[in-house]
């Protein structure tokens, strides 16, 4: 794998906007159908220009996903803000920015199924996402818990597997059948269960 640091603006910025070219072609043409020379056009470098930042199409696949993540991520820490902290009202906010990237989220999907296979290029990624998703997810519970805003008779960790495996499979439902599930609704109503009323509606 390609271990290239990038001294100058010029090198740190072709190998942003290859990723960034890459991110909407993935996206809109899936992963497999596309070549090199595709995402290297509409870059405007050259196919061995890609290969010197990226040993291959593979590792440009991991830098695309791990670019998804760090975008996400920080979306998600802003909207936490934006909403002043709310759970439900930041869950909203989030679905409704995934469902502008449609085509980005079906890749996902895909490249979760397909990597269950250790040999796949992306199988370490997936690994990884769903061990730090799960963690954030379980941190974020124990403080909404140890706050008495959350059920705490279950455990932080089988609360967030349990959150992470419905988000992926309402997603899967609504991507294979566009229109059948709500999810903004769905993930509302899933939320709800978790946390405490105020007695005052008890």
């Known amino acids: 794998m390609a271990d290239r640091t990038f001294t100058t603006p010029q090198g740190r910025g072709t190998r942003e906007r290859i990723i960034e070219v890459a991110i909407g072609v993935f996206a809109s043409r899936g992963f497999r159908s596309v070549p090199l020379d595709v995402i290297a056009a509409e870059a405007g470098v050259s196919r061995q220009g890609i290969l010197y930042h990226f040993d ?14 760090r975008d996400n991520e920080r979306r998600g820490v802003e909207l936490f803000a934006a909403n002043n902290r709310d759970l439900i009202a930041t869950m909203r906010a ?24 250790a040999d796949h ?18 941190g974020r519970i124990a403080a909404e818990q140890a706050a008495g805003r959350m059920i705490d008779d279950v ?48």
């Not at 290029?121 to 379980?138: C, D, I, K, M, S």
């Open 56 to 69: 291959s199409k593979a590792e440009l696949l991991v830098a695309v996903l791990e670019q998804h993540e």
């Open 94 to 117: 989030y679905v409704r920015a995934s469902v502008e990237n449609r085509g980005l989220i079906r890749m996902l999907l895909v490249l979760a199924a397909e990597a269950m296979d």
């Open 121 to 138: 290029p992306a199988h370490e990624f997936f690994v990884e996402r769903y061990r730090y998703t799960r963690a954030g997810l379980e």
């Open 155 to 202: 455990p932080p960790a089988r609360l967030a597997a349990v959150a992470v495996a419905v988000a992926d499979g309402l997603q899967l439902q609504e991507y294979l059948d566009e229109g059948s599930v709500d999810l903004e609704e769905t993930l509302a109503d899933l939320l709800r269960l978790f946390l405490k009323r105020p007695a005052s509606e008890s």
